[in-house]
């Protein structure tokens, strides 16, 4: 497996040899097989069907509540103004936030009034890397690139906007 960051696609062929990745830099891959993660695109039929707000997913308050002041979302299905990014309506799409979402939406229907704040971070391991972000890669205001590899680059964001 190897690993090009910071090059777009620019096609993917087949010959008698197999599969080709041509990437947006002239530079040709050999592949056995492919994967594609292009994103995701929030489930938002119920929430729709019940006449609720639809914003890049379920759209929510600071404390996750729904367009409807009964009914709340939690998850990767739902976007919501985060106060550390200033109110930057927000949606995140990992595990861990959909379980921490939960608990807290939990407490809030249980009465109280929390806005929710909680810091969005996730890890991933790749064979032997590991992927661990924290914050908003996109926030950053320093980007440290170091090469390790020909199909790998270390990147580092640090502080914020």
Known sequence: MEFKLG?????IVWNH???YVLLADGTTIPADDIVVGIGAIPETSLAESCGL???NGIYVDEMLVTSDPDIFA???CCSFPHTLYEGRRIRLEAWRNAQDQGTHVAFNMLG???TYKALPWFWSDQYDLTLQVSGLPDSGVL???Q???PYFI???TAGFK
């Open 7 to 11: 090059v777009g696609i620019g096609g």
């Open 17 to 19: 040899d197999g599969y």
């Open 53 to 55: 707000k639809i914003e």
């Open 74 to 76: 939690a998850g990767d």
């Open 112 to 114: 109280a009034t929390d």
């Open 143 to 145: 980007t440290v690139c």
């Open 147 to 149: 090469s390790i590899g």
């Open 154 to 156: 270390r990147r580092t």
